[in-house]
């Protein structure tokens, strides 16, 4: 199972850098970072909720899942 990020698509679509995203929802820049790069193995609801909240949109605009491709048979 892959969970896809699309936070970067949301911030250009409202013309927003990470910084100013960063500081809004009360995130290290670092940390923004590691989500917007897919490299987080969670998220908790109350940041997921501010970033719906900051970006005006749906969690589904910002998560995305695509299932794993099927593995060769044996």
């Known amino acids: 199972m892959t969970i896809i990020v699309n936070i ?3 911030m250009a679509k409202r013309k927003m850098s990470a910084g100013e995203l960063a500081e809004r929802i009360n995130l290290t820049p670092a940390n923004l970072s590691v989500l917007k790069n897919n490299k987080a193995k969670a998220v908790r609801f ?29």
Do not use: F, H, W
């Open 8 to 10: 970067d698509v949301m």
């Open 46 to 74: 109350s940041t997921l909720e501010a970033l719906c909240r900051e970006l005006n949109c749906q969690p589904g605009d910002i998560l995305e899942y695509q299932p794993d491709v099927l593995k060769k048979e044996r």
